[in-house]
Every structure is written in structure tokens, then in C-alpha cells.
Nanobody
């Protein structure tokens, strides 16, 4: 059974850092397209960062240069290092996994093809 469990959320001040983790069980992370999404109160879901099997990464313009997605195949864990945090980064953050084609085509950004989702971890950034 595939399971994704996020952790590492919490509160931080603007300019600070947080690292989110997503522990994966039931499959090996580098067999899938892996990604982080977020949803702020009253807003739609946003694809934040995606990583392909070969390690190629893609970011939303809103986080480019501040966030880094990575994965540890030995630990079967996905990470999101978030630096220079802003109040507008406040959201529930979700990790997701899907078909590799979702990464290749870029469709992961809309959630298309991402069949497995965690329950989320809350990030709150104060000014």
C-alpha cells in the first residue's frame, strides 16, 4: 500500500527557513514523479516543486531561488527546503507522487497524473 506522510511544518518568521519531509512507503521514490504542492486559505492548489527520476527539478516562479526539492533514495524520503520564507508562503503543504510522464510533460503542476497524496503539513509564516 502506497503511503506518503509529510512532516516538518510549523511556524516561522519571515526570512526564516523550514524543511519539510515526506516519508514514502509502498514504492521507491525514484520510480515516480515526485512533487510538493500547497494550498493557502481561500486559494487554489499550487504546484510548488517537482523532481524527476534523474533528479531534474522544476519550480513555480513564486518559490524559485528560495525553495529546493530533493529526494534521498536510501531513505525513500522527499524533502522541501524552504528559505527566505514570506507570509504569502503560509499554506498547507502536500507531497504527491505520480507517473513519470507527469514530470516530463509538466502536467504535474496541475496535479494531473499525480495519483498518490499525503495528508499535508501546515506552514505558517508571520511578518
Amino acid at each position: 500500500q502506497v503511503q506518503l506522510v509529510e512532516s516538518g511544518g510549523g511556524s516561522a518568521q519571515a526570512g526564516g527557513s523550514l524543511r519539510l519531509s515526506c516519508a514514502v512507503s509502498g514504492y521507491t521514490v525514484n520510480y515516480y514523479c515526485m512533487a510538493w504542492f500547497r494550498q493557502a486559505p481561500g486559494k487554489g492548489r499550487e504546484g510548488v516543486a517537482g523532481i524527476e527520476r534523474n533528479g531534474r527539478t522544476t519550480y513555480a516562479d513564486s518559490v524559485k531561488g528560495r525553495f529546493t526539492i530533493s529526494q534521498d533514495n536510501a531513505k525513500n524520503t522527499l524533502y522541501l527546503q524552504m528559505n527566505s520564507l514570506k507570509p504569502e508562503d503560509t499554506a498547507m503543504y502536500y507531497c504527491a507522487a505520480g507517473a513519470l510522464s507527469s514530470c516530463y510533460s509538466g502536467s504535474w503542476r496541475s496535479g494531473h497524473g499525480m495519483g498518490y497524496w499525503g495528508k499535508g503539513t501546515l506552514v505558517t509564516i508571520s511578518s
